[in-house]
């Protein structure tokens, strides 16, 4: 079962695979995880990777696709969830390759849907675990202040979470993911959960979308 987690940022999709990972014994593929996962390796084209990524360079499609056919030739057969990938229809086409390739596809997509006013809310509270990358903010929070509860990590905030960030990544969410959505619903089950309210509605809502698959 391979389920697509679309939607922008702090819209509660990395919350829900956490949770279904955490307690339901799911794997998440998570592209830009993988890719720095892969980075810290030392093989030659782990150098590369990490040239590319300090550089904050685009990494060539042709190593994202090598990094996906590995995953998948492990875990096709698994509960799989992708996050944050893919991100626009021809990545979307280019995997939906790669997994036609072990005799598999997509199951569904899930569409968290929320506004860039609720994203920036979120984000503005926003920590992350330095070790484990476990995210704390407005509905998870940590017992000691500044310290992660899984693992007792230092929690920071990433370089990344400012307004006009946001903002770009908003502007980019628009023109790529929302045809992508789309594209998706006319080949594979959409379901679409109204990530604005909080967490933890968004959280049931796609549970409830999850059940109905299962
Ligand atoms: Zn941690």
């Known amino acids: 079962m391979i389920i697509v987690l679309l939607g922008p940022p702090a819209s509660g999709k990395g919350t829900f695979a956490?949770?279904?990972?955490?307690?339901?014994?799911?794997?998440?593929?998570?592209?830009?995880?993988a890719l720095r996962d892969m980075a810290a390796g030392k093989s030659p084209r782990a150098k590369k990777l990490a040239a590319f990524l300090k550089r904050g360079k685009l990494v060539p499609n042709a190593m994202v696709a090598h990094l996906e056919d590995d995953f998948f030739r492990a875990h096709h057969n698994k509960k799989v969830l992708l996050d944050g990938t893919p991100r626009n229809v021809s990545q979307a086409r280019a995997m939906e390759k790669v997994l036609k390739k072990f005799k598999s596809s997509?199951?569904?997509?899930?569409?968290?849907?929320?506004?860039?006013?609720v994203s920036w809310e979120r984000i503005?509270?926003?920590?992350?675990?330095?070790?484990?990358?476990?995210?704390?903010?407005?509905?998870?929070?940590?017992?000691?202040?500044?310290?992660?509860?899984a693992c007792g990590g230092k929690l920071i905030r990433r370089k990344d979470?400012?307004?006009?960030?946001?903002?770009?990544?908003?502007?980019?969410?628009?023109?790529?993911t929302l045809p992508l959505v789309e594209w998706a619903a006319q080949r594979y089950p959409v379901f679409?959960?109204?990530?604005?309210?909080?967490?933890?509605?968004?959280?049931k809502q796609a549970k409830t979308a999850l059940s109905i698959l299962e």
Request: include cysteine; hydrophobic fraction near 35%; aromatic fraction near 12%.
């Open 124 to 149: 503005r509270a926003r920590v992350q675990c330095e070790k484990c990358h476990r995210i704390y903010g407005l509905q998870i929070k940590p017992k000691k202040k500044g310290i992660c509860n």
């Open 192 to 203: 679409y959960i109204n990530a604005n309210r909080s967490p933890q509605s968004a959280l």
């Open 18 to 33: 956490q949770t279904l990972v955490d307690h339901h014994g799911w794997i998440v593929f998570s592209a830009g995880q």
């Open 106 to 117: 997509f199951t569904a997509f899930l569409f968290f849907d929320a506004t860039e006013k």
């Open 161 to 176: 979470d400012t307004k006009g960030v946001l903002h770009d990544r908003f502007r980019v969410y628009q023109r790529e």
